[in-house]
């Protein structure tokens, strides 16, 4: 009979035998009466080989000695069972990778989002912000300069009286600098001022005392800054040639303000609205109620009554 220790020393034991001891350690851990019986004894080991020799010739099947005995030690030694690994770093990973299934799909819509999100930024939202900034450069630098020289020449082109190309140089080269300093709000001021000189130029209409129910055709004030003089005014709309009354930017002399109205109080001396107002109350008509004539290239309106200068436009 061979000694155990001749069976370790055996590296090279053929599979058979490896096979029939891993059988031995299974029949014992299947029969656990026998093993607590057997094994608690003195003479356990020498018992339960005896007892695993009955077992497998009844079977049919004659093992060796040393096989049972291998089988018994292997048993004792935990052999041949599945020992799973401690919980380092690589079991976690392990358990991570296998349970893949339950948190893979909440990962993979986690990702997309994420891919989504940045495509989104770096494909869409920078390139709109660049061509946004490149396009309100190019209006700057190039499209506002070239607006204001268009709208300076204009303004030269149709103007009768010098004082607009004064005012309009001025606007334009106050612009021009603004534009290529990067001065955006400066720039879009020149260009405003500029339109308005252009507009009010081609401004056709003749300026006329109001004269209809529920609306005053004059009315006198106190100045705030002396209470003992008296300021009067007559109330005058411009008509067009359409025969419709147009909005008329008016500086009201008491704010300092400019506004946009269609009836405004022009100041007069005190005879001019006396006048008016006689001519009112003879038989509720103004026959002289033509102020004044705006024309097609002049800044300002040709008075055909004395007025004192400066309007309200409320009252």
Same mark, same amino acid.
């Given at each position: 009979?061979?000694?155990?220790?001749?069976?370790?020393?055996?590296?090279?034991?053929?599979?058979?035998?490896?096979?029939?001891?891993?059988?031995?350690?299974?029949?014992?851990?299947?029969?656990?009466?026998?093993?607590?019986?057997?094994?608690?004894?003195?003479?356990?080991?020498?018992?339960?080989?005896?007892?695993?020799?009955?077992? @497998?010739?009844?079977?049919?099947?004659?093992?060796?000695? @040393?096989?049972?005995?291998?089988?018994?030690?292997?048993?004792?030694?935990?052999?041949?069972?599945?020992?799973?690994?401690?919980?380092?770093?690589?079991?976690?990973?392990?358990?991570?990778?296998?349970?893949?299934?339950? +948190?893979?799909? +909440?990962?993979?819509?986690?990702?997309?989002?994420?891919?989504?999100?940045?495509?989104?930024?770096?494909?869409?939202?920078?390139?709109?912000?660049?061509?946004?900034?490149?396009?309100?450069?190019?209006?700057? /630098?190039?499209?506002?300069?070239?607006?204001?020289?268009?709208?300076?020449?204009? %303004?030269?082109?149709?103007?009768?009286?010098?004082? #607009?190309?004064?005012?309009?140089?001025?606007?334009?080269?106050? $612009?021009?600098?603004?534009?290529?300093?990067?001065?955006?709000?400066?720039?879009?001021?020149?260009?405003?001022?500029?339109?308005?000189?252009?507009?009010?130029?081609?401004?056709?209409?003749?300026?006329?005392?109001?004269?209809?129910?529920?609306?005053?055709?004059?009315?006198?004030?106190? #100045?705030? %800054?002396?209470?003992?003089?008296?300021? @009067? @005014? %007559?109330?005058?709309?411009?008509?067009?040639?359409?025969?419709?009354?147009? /909005?008329?930017?008016?500086?009201?002399?008491?704010? $300092?303000?400019?506004?946009?109205?269609?009836? +405004?109080?022009?100041?007069?001396?005190?005879?001019?609205?006396?006048?008016?107002?006689?001519?009112?109350?003879?038989?509720?008509? %103004?026959?002289?109620?033509?102020?004044?004539?705006?024309?097609?290239?002049?800044?300002?309106?040709?008075?055909?009554? #004395?007025?004192? $200068?400066?309007?309200?436009?409320? +009252?």
């Amino acid at each position: 009979m061979a000694a155990p220790s001749d069976i370790k020393e055996n590296a090279a034991a053929p599979l058979s035998e490896v096979m029939l001891a891993m059988d031995v350690v299974d029949t014992l851990r299947h029969r656990q009466d026998l093993v607590a019986r057997e094994l608690a004894g003195e003479n356990r080991k020498s018992n339960l080989v005896e007892r695993l020799r009955k077992i @497998y010739r009844e079977q049919g099947i004659e093992v060796p000695e @040393y096989i049972l005995l291998e089988g018994v030690t292997a048993l004792e030694e935990d052999r041949f069972v599945y020992q799973p690994s401690g919980s380092g770093f690589k079991r976690k990973l392990a358990q991570i990778y296998v349970s893949r299934a339950r +948190w893979g799909k +909440w990962l993979m819509g986690a990702t997309l989002s994420l891919v989504l999100a940045f495509g989104g930024y770096f494909a869409v939202y920078v390139p709109y912000q660049a061509n946004r900034a490149e396009t309100a450069r190019i209006e700057l /630098t190039q499209k506002m300069p070239a607006q204001m020289q268009e709208l300076y020449d204009t %303004i030269f082109a149709e103007t009768k009286v010098q004082s #607009p190309v004064a005012k309009a140089r001025e606007l334009l080269e106050r $612009g021009q600098t603004a534009s290529k300093e990067g001065d955006r709000a400066t720039a879009e001021r020149a260009l405003a001022g500029l339109t308005k000189i252009r507009d009010q130029l081609r401004m056709v209409y003749t300026l006329k005392v109001v004269n209809r129910d529920g609306v005053q055709s004059g009315f006198w004030t106190f #100045p705030e %800054i002396n209470r003992d003089a008296t300021n @009067y @005014y %007559i109330v005058v709309e411009a008509i067009g040639p359409e025969g419709k009354a147009l /909005t008329i930017p008016i500086e009201n002399q008491e704010t $300092g303000l400019v506004e946009d109205v269609q009836m +405004w109080g022009l100041r007069v001396p005190e005879s001019v609205y006396n006048s008016i107002g006689a001519d009112k109350r003879d038989d509720g008509i %103004i026959q002289r109620n033509v102020v004044g004539q705006k024309e097609f290239g002049f800044f300002d309106v040709k008075y055909a009554i #004395p007025v004192s $200068g400066g309007a309200v436009t409320r +009252w």
